[in-house]
């Protein structure tokens, strides 16, 4: 079974985003977006799954990050919107993408629209996946490799490179923490 990383609320501020009493991050922009207080992911896991429950914006046609890390280069994991589809980046080394970069979904997703996405790892692949109802899951990109990303400091809602400022590609629709 994979090591669930279950996100809490212990994460610090950058800039002035919006979350209100149940958790929900939203009012995000090129220079706010949250960022843990501690590592994940920090090589030791075999087998993992990341789960995120996102509801659009009313535009999803650029790049948008909705989790991701604090790496500069390259993030270990950017799990992304790109032209209406879901997208995933991975990086063993924080410098490049050399697991995956710009793996684009087949599937085209809508604005305005409350998704689950899962991204699971298995020891031999990984596995991003959604759902509208949470229950029934549709696996959009597989990418077979067994090397593990590298070590992870969360960031949710945008980009936060070295943890301390924003990027272009914050995510303009709103996430549940």
């Known amino acids: 079974m994979p090591t669930k990383i279950i996100y809490?609320?212990?994460y610090t501020t950058?800039?002035?985003p919006t979350i209100d009493s149940d958790y929900i991050l939203s009012s995000l922009n090129s220079s706010s977006g949250l960022v843990a207080n501690s590592t994940l992911l920090n090589g030791a896991f075999n087998t993992f799954e990341v789960d995120a429950k996102i509801t659009t914006g009313s535009s999803i046609s650029s790049n948008q990050i909705f989790f991701a890390d604090t790496h500069s280069d390259a993030c270990s994991i950017a799990l992304n919107v790109v032209s209406n589809k879901f997208c995933l980046?991975?990086?063993s080394n924080g410098s490049t993408?050399?697991?995956a970069g710009d793996?684009?979904?087949?599937?085209t997703i809508s604005t305005n629209t409350t998704y689950y996405v899962k991204l699971t790892f298995d020891g031999s692949k990984y596995v991003m996946s959604y759902s509208?109802?949470?229950e029934t899951f549709t696996d959009t990109i597989t990418i077979n490799s067994s090397t593990k990303v590298a070590s992870l400091t969360p960031t949710i809602g945008s980009w936060i490179k070295n943890g301390t400022t924003g990027d272009s590609s914050y995510f303009y629709g709103s996430m549940d923490l």
């Open 8 to 10: 809490t609320p212990n």
């Open 14 to 16: 950058v800039g002035n």
């Open 89 to 91: 980046y991975l990086s």
């Open 97 to 99: 993408f050399d697991i």
């Open 103 to 107: 793996a684009r979904g087949s599937h």
């Open 132 to 134: 509208t109802d949470g």
